[in-house]
């Protein structure tokens, strides 16, 4: 894979997670939005809410990151740096092993409503944009602190594919709290 095709795929993901939230989300009511199959289960706007207290963070580092990354539009291949792809693959769908939120990221009992929804989509422009002007950055560089340890960096582009990666699977889990709810 390249950086351009990354960041090709990474947009196009982006773009697909906006049109769910649009189409399946945005017209259901604060009870179903909130509704849940138990109380170990999150709801779609605790879904949607843990993923917004993730790009607080991510969004603001990634921006940071470019801001400070160096011009570079080479078409290069793109290789995961070690940390990268152990937080991509523990974070991507496919891996059904469930992971245990860090607490201030854990959105169980927090009082959510509508802005969560608006929050989230304005979250998904902002990655659009950081995605687009990492087409024109050294994506390879490690500049994206670790939220949990600052001290070690991730790549830009692992951190631009951990946060879509770990979007997905939070869509995902969503649309089944959704299908398994019957709203």
């Known amino acids: 894979m390249t950086n ?3 960041l090709n795929k990474l947009q196009e993901d982006v773009e697909n997670i906006v049109s769910i939230v649009d189409k399946e989300f ?6 179903e939005l ?5 109380v170990d289960k999150w709801s779609i ?11 607080a963070y991510y969004n603001q580092a990634i921006q940071n990151a470019l801001q400070s990354a160096k011009a570079d539009t080479t078409e290069r291949a793109y290789k995961n740096g070690w ?6 693959d523990m974070m991507s769908p496919t891996n059904v092993k469930k992971q245990k939120a860090i607490a201030k990221f854990n959105p169980v009992g927090s009082q ?11 979250y998904q422009q902002e990655l659009l944009a ?8 050294n994506i390879n560089q490690r500049k994206v602190p670790v939220e949990f340890f600052k001290l070690m960096k991730m790549k830009i582009g692992d951190a631009l594919a951990f946060v879509v990666t ?8 969503a649309q089944e709290v959704l299908r398994k709810l019957e709203i």
């Open 4 to 6: 351009q095709s990354l």
């Open 26 to 31: 945005k017209s259901l009511s604060i009870n």
């Open 34 to 38: 909130n509704r849940k199959e138990n």
């Open 45 to 55: 706007l605790e879904c949607l809410e843990h993923l917004n207290r993730y790009a």
């Open 83 to 88: 940390f990268g792809k152990m937080s991509i």
């Open 112 to 122: 959510l409503d509508k802005t969560v929804l608006t929050q989230f989509l304005t």
């Open 130 to 137: 950081f995605i687009a002007t990492a087409k024109t950055k």
């Open 166 to 173: 770990h979007e997905q699977r939070h869509i995902l889990q």
